[in-house]
């Protein structure tokens, strides 16, 4: 599905990668990322729709790292806002600096600011700090944001987000500036189930369920980090990998805390440390290096008793 915009076709395919090596604009390392080709459809329908993409799926399975990889492949800026408890809905647009205007106010009642300076306070708008959706309404060319989270937030925070995510503008109360998306950026908004979402807000969105990697896609994952990486280590490292998914799960449930794709990596990266044939040992026994996979006390004490004399 292919739109034009602004003179500029998009279409996201999943297939444009970073090279080894390559960095990002805050000069972080850039790995690949392998979408399946559900969730590229999923993408290019919110592009189309210009509607905000929900993301759900278990922590770990990609959904925030989404946003990189489209706004990598189509060449676009990233915004990401990362939801906390505390976040109001509002931050994503402006937050307005009354405070600071007080206080060079009562610099300027003590002849403390040049004329210059004096000048600022009466323009209400040197006081607003934009946000990332405040900033993404602004530019000429789309742009990518990243709502990381959002059930992170209070139940409000969701509805408080409507009509700015739905018509794409908002006024900044303060000054009364209207501010309208010259281009609708694409939105987005990632969600960890912790909370139900709003039916209002959810009308709004698409929505795409990540699923977990099975064993050939985990494998072309974890290749694509360590693409030097021996093919005997790195089936043995999946395999007893999913072996640990498949245990946690027996007890756990479908909505307990499994092992995750981000912390299979980081496995893989301490197993690479060490002699392949070691390794390949361990990985016959216990699970080596298992405080890399396994998080809580409660899990460490299943495992043992599960893998009781395994050595």
Same mark, same amino acid.
């Given at each position: #599905?292919?739109?034009?915009?602004?003179?500029?076709?998009? !279409?996201?395919?999943? @297939?444009?990668?970073? @090279?080894?090596?390559? @960095?990002?604009? $805050?000069?972080?390392l *850039?790995?690949?990322?392998?979408?399946? =080709?559900?969730?590229?459809?999923?993408?290019?329908?919110?592009?189309? *729709? !210009?509607?905000?993409?929900?993301?759900?799926?278990?922590?770990?399975?990609g959904?925030?790292?989404?946003?990189?990889?489209?706004?990598?492949?189509?060449?676009?800026?990233?915004?990401?806002?990362? /939801?906390?408890?505390?976040?109001?809905?509002?931050?994503?647009?402006y937050?307005?600096?009354?405070?600071?205007?007080?206080?060079?106010?009562?610099?300027?009642?003590?002849?403390?600011?040049?004329? &210059?300076?004096?000048?600022? /306070?009466?323009?209400?708008s040197?006081?607003?700090?934009?946000g990332?959706?405040?900033?993404?309404?602004?530019?000429?060319?789309?742009?990518?944001?990243?709502i990381? &989270? /959002?059930? @992170?937030?209070?139940?409000?925070?969701?509805?408080?987000l409507?009509? !700015?995510? +739905?018509?794409?503008?908002?006024?900044?109360?303060?000054?009364?500036? &209207?501010?309208q998306?010259?281009?609708?950026?694409?939105?987005?908004?990632? =969600?960890?189930?912790?909370?139900?979402?709003? +039916?209002?807000? *959810?009308?709004?969105?698409?929505?795409?369920?990540?699923?977990?990697?099975?064993?050939?896609?985990?494998?072309?994952?974890? $290749?694509?980090?360590?693409?030097?990486?021996?093919?005997?280590?790195?089936?043995?490292?999946?395999?007893?990998?999913?072996?640990?998914?498949?245990? #946690?799960?027996?007890?756990?449930?479908?909505?307990?805390?499994?092992?995750?794709?981000?912390? *299979?990596?980081?496995?893989?990266?301490?197993?690479?440390?060490?002699?392949?044939? !070691?390794?390949?040992?361990?990985? &016959?026994?216990?699970?080596?290096?298992?405080?890399?996979?396994?998080k =809580?006390? +409660?899990?460490? /004490?299943?495992?043992? =008793?599960?893998?009781?004399?395994?050595?």
């Amino acid at each position: #599905m292919v739109e034009t915009i602004g003179r500029q076709f998009l !279409e996201y395919t999943g @297939k444009v990668q970073p @090279k080894l090596g390559e @960095k990002g604009a $805050n000069g972080q390392l *850039l790995y690949p990322y392998l979408p399946s =080709s559900e969730l590229v459809e999923a993408v290019n329908l919110a592009i189309y *729709l !210009e509607r905000p993409l929900l993301l759900k799926g278990e922590p770990g399975c990609g959904k925030t790292l989404l946003a990189s990889a489209v706004a990598y492949e189509l060449n676009l800026k990233l915004e990401a806002w990362y /939801i906390k408890s505390t976040s109001r809905a509002q931050d994503g647009l402006y937050t307005y600096d009354a405070v600071g205007r007080l206080r060079d106010a009562q610099l300027a009642a003590s002849g403390r600011l040049t004329a &210059e300076q004096i000048l600022r /306070i009466d323009d209400p708008s040197s006081y607003v700090r934009w946000g990332p959706l405040g900033r993404a309404f602004q530019q000429e060319k789309r742009i990518v944001v990243l709502i990381d &989270e /959002i059930d @992170k937030a209070d139940i409000d925070f969701p509805n408080d987000l409507l009509l !700015e995510l +739905d018509q794409k503008r908002f006024i900044v109360e303060e000054t009364g500036q &209207e501010i309208q998306a010259k281009v609708a950026p694409m939105v987005l908004i990632t =969600s960890n189930d912790e909370k139900d979402l709003p +039916d209002a807000f *959810l009308r709004r969105c698409l929505f795409h369920y990540v699923e977990f990697p099975r064993s050939e896609r985990l494998i072309e994952i974890v $290749n694509s980090h360590f693409p030097a990486a021996p093919q005997a280590l790195l089936d043995k490292a999946v395999t007893r990998f999913l072996q640990l998914r498949q245990e #946690m799960g027996k007890y756990k449930g479908e909505a307990g805390k499994k092992v995750s794709t981000s912390e *299979l990596i980081d496995w893989f990266r301490v197993l690479r440390r060490y002699p392949e044939d !070691e390794v390949l040992a361990k990985l &016959e026994g216990k699970i080596p290096y298992a405080g890399v996979l396994l998080k =809580s006390w +409660d899990d460490h /004490i299943r495992y043992l =008793s599960q893998n009781r004399g395994r050595e």
